[in-house]
């Protein structure tokens, strides 16, 4: 099971365009890559998930380079409601009940202020 | 409302008593997770069920947790005899076939005296 690696924490202020990296060293070929939010005393919300190269949607942007060993989750012009810590995992979605396998590391903590 | 709901949202016992969880997924998914999340950690996996069929469980899990999803709609969570340790935030999540996305409850707060 490929592990991620996460910055802990991150700041920003709002307006600004926030991008966290994250590494996946031993993808698997059918390892997708899977963003969630969480806010506190709140369960995760999906963001966006990817195979390759980038994938945008209405929230986010997810850069994956050739390789795939990293990814980058971009939020545009932050505001203080995204404040929440931000999961990165990685995963094959084909196969059943593929969400029990994905490992939930520490995720990155996200402060935007003011 | 037709996200995943968690019942209760918060709970309180003494150690060494029994606590049952409620969880109701979005109608249509056949797919459901447990998972268990202490503070400043990430969700961990705890059980999954295709339908009625609990097909994984983790290790995590030990004798004293039990799980059921008996008609393949909602499910509980059971804990006996509980410890200090497991209180945490449970978490259900729900996902269908065609969609890898799983869609979580707000959660279950357990906190053990």
């Known amino acids: 099971l490929a592990k991620t690696t996460q910055p802990i924490s991150m700041d920003s202020y709002e307006g600004q365009e926030v991008n966290i990296t994250c590494s996946h060293n031993?993808?698997?070929?059918?390892?997708?890559i899977t963003w969630y939010q969480q806010f506190p005393s709140q369960g995760p919300r999906f963001i966006i998930q990817g195979y390759k190269t980038k994938v945008t949607n209405e929230v986010a942007s997810l850069f994956i380079p050739a390789d795939r060993k990293s990814s980058t989750l971009s939020l545009p012009r932050v505001s203080l409601s995204d404040t929440a810590v931000y999961y990165c995992l990685v995963g094959d979605p084909i196969n059943a009940g593929n969400n029990r396998k994905l490992i939930w590391g520490l995720g990155t903590s996200l402060a935007v202020n003011p | 409302d037709t996200g995943v709901s968690q019942d209760p949202r918060h709970k309180i016992t003494k150690r060494g008593q029994n606590v049952t969880f409620r969880c109701d997924p979005i109608s249509e998914h056949n797919r459901l997770y447990w998972y268990r999340q202490t503070l400043g950690q990430g969700p961990e996996f705890l059980t999954y069920?295709?339908?009625?069929?609990?097909?994984?469980k983790s290790r995590l899990l030990s004798d004293r947790f039990s799980a059921e999803r008996p008609k393949g709609s909602f499910s509980t969570l059971e804990i006996q005899r509980t410890e200090q340790g497991d209180s945490a935030m449970y978490l259900c999540?729900?996902?269908?076939?065609?969609?890898?996305?799983?869609?979580f409850g707000q959660g279950t707060r357990l906190t053990v005296v």
């Open positions: 069920f295709q339908n009625e069929a609990q097909l994984e």
């Open positions: 999540a729900s996902s269908s076939d065609l969609n890898t996305e799983a869609f």
């Open positions: 031993n993808i698997a070929t059918n390892d997708y």
